[in-house]
């Protein structure tokens, strides 16, 4: 099985390739998907890395099975001073990250969706190091829209 089918079949597993939902994997249509790992008290986990003369995440999109709090180490292999501008309810968090460094960030991202995280800098971000981060579960009925069912092909 080729890298481009398993990513095609993890989309179709995770629910990411329907209606609405396609946009992400072609926006990010290089890298790979992980998942978070999540332990025994709900609280979640993830490596996200920077490989040698890549300038892609690994994984470029991270999913999440519910909203909360992730704990994430982000990792630069790579020879070049990168940075990460990630999403979390309240406050962004920013990481420097010189060559061969790492750094770590708690995140809280308690509504399902799509949260974009980058390197701003230099034309890091033109060359590939955007990624997002996918919370999967439903809205809670308190935050879900009053309006009419909307027709579904």
């Given at each position: 099985m080729t890298m481009a089918q398993e990513r095609s079949d993890l989309l179709s597993q995770l629910g990411l390739n329907v209606q609405n939902r396609a946009a992400i994997g072609r926006v990010l249509g290089t890298g790979s998907i992980g998942q978070a790992t999540e332990g025994a008290d709900g609280r979640m986990s993830a490596t996200i890395r920077i490989r040698p003369d890549e300038i892609a995440w690994d994984p470029s999109i991270l999913v999440m099975p519910h909203g909360g709090d992730i704990d994430l180490e982000i990792i630069n292999d790579d020879l070049n001073t990168h940075c990460a501008l990630l999403p979390s309810n309240g406050d962004r968090k920013f990481i420097w990250l010189v060559n061969h460094?790492?750094?770590?960030?708690?995140l809280n991202l308690d509504g399902p969706g799509y949260y974009w995280f980058s390197s701003p800098t230099g034309n890091d971000e033109g060359r590939g190091l955007t990624g997002a981060i996918v919370v999967?579960?439903?809205v809670p009925p308190e935050a879900r829209l009053d309006r009419p069912d909307q027709p579904r092909p």
């Open positions: 460094s790492r750094g770590r960030a708690t999967l579960g439903d």
